[in-house]
C-alpha cells in the first residue's frame, strides 16, 4: 500500500493528483477534488489528527491497488509502518508550512464564513480560529517514511520535485487557487498577523493587545 498522510489544507489533493498521474476538478474549498485524496479519511480534527484506530485505516485500504497513492488525514507516526510499501508524510515542522497552512484554511474555509463579521470581532475570530493551527504534523523517521515540509511544495523546491514529475500544469493551476500565498507582502497579511497573535497569547499566556 502507498500512502500520502497529510494535516488538512497541506496539498493532499495536488499530491494525490500528482503521483497518481490525473487531473482532477477543483473543489468549493478550494482544493483540488481527487477521489484518491479521500480513499484513508477515517476522521479528522481541527488540529492534528494523531488518535485514530489504525485498524480502522488499514480495512479502508485493503482493496485499494498497490500502485494507487491513497490520501489519510492521519498522522502516520501511530500507524504499523510495516504494512505500507511507501508513505509520503507532509509535515507542518516548521512555522513557515504551519502559517502557509493556516493562510489556505482562512482564505478558503473560514473567511467565507465570516462575511457578518467585522472590526474587534473578526479580528478576535481569526486570532482565536489560528490557534488551531500552531500545531506540527511532525516528521516520521523510518525507512519506507519520505518526510516532505509543506513549504517545500507551495515553494516547488528540490526536495519537493526529487518526488515528483510534469507538474507544471498542476502547480499553475494550483498557484492560481492560492494566489495569496505568492502575495509579495504576505507576511503583512491579516491571517498571517493573526497567527502571530495566537503564537503570542499562547505562549506568553497573556491577552494580545491591539495597537
Excluded at 497518481?20 to 480534527?45: E, L, R, Y
Excluded at 474587534?120 to 519520505?146: H, W
Excluded at 528540490?158 to 507582502?185: C, G, M, P
Aim: glycine share 6%.
Amino acid at each position: 500500500m502507498k500512502l500520502i498522510c497529510f494535516p488538512h489544507y497541506t496539498c493532499g489533493g495536488l499530491l494525490c493528483d500528482i503521483l497518481n498521474n490525473t487531473f482532477s476538478p477543483v473543489a468549493p474549498n478550494g482544493g483540488i477534488a481527487s477521489i484518491h485524496h479521500s480513499m484513508g479519511k477515517i476522521g479528522d480534527t481541527g488540529t492534528i489528527f494523531e488518535e485514530f484506530d489504525s485498524d480502522l485505516l488499514i480495512k479502508a485500504l485493503v482493496d485499494i491497488p498497490k500502485d494507487v497513492f491513497a490520501g489519510t488525514h492521519c498522522w502516520p507516526g501511530v500507524l504499523p509502518l510495516e504494512k505500507f510499501n511507501y508513505i509520503i508524510n507532509i509535515t507542518t515542522a516548521t512555522e513557515r508550512s504551519r502559517v502557509y497552512r493556516w493562510a489556505r484554511a482562512y482564505n478558503h474555509y473560514y473567511l467565507p464564513l465570516w462575511q457578518n463579521l467585522s472590526g474587534i470581532d473578526l479580528s478576535d475570530k481569526i486570532r482565536e480560529t489560528a490557534k488551531n493551527y500552531l500545531g506540527s504534523f511532525r516528521p516520521v523517521f523510518a525507512e519506507n517514511v519520505y518526510n516532505l515540509e509543506f513549504s517545500e511544495v507551495v515553494e516547488n523546491t528540490v526536495e519537493f520535485n526529487k518526488i515528483v514529475a510534469n507538474t507544471d500544469q498542476h502547480l499553475e493551476r494550483w498557484r492560481n487557487l492560492n494566489n495569496f500565498l505568492y502575495d509579495s507582502n504576505f507576511w503583512n497579511r491579516i491571517e498571517v498577523k493573526a497567527y502571530y497573535q495566537a503564537v503570542y497569547e499562547l505562549e506568553l499566556n497573556q491577552y494580545y493587545v491591539y495597537e
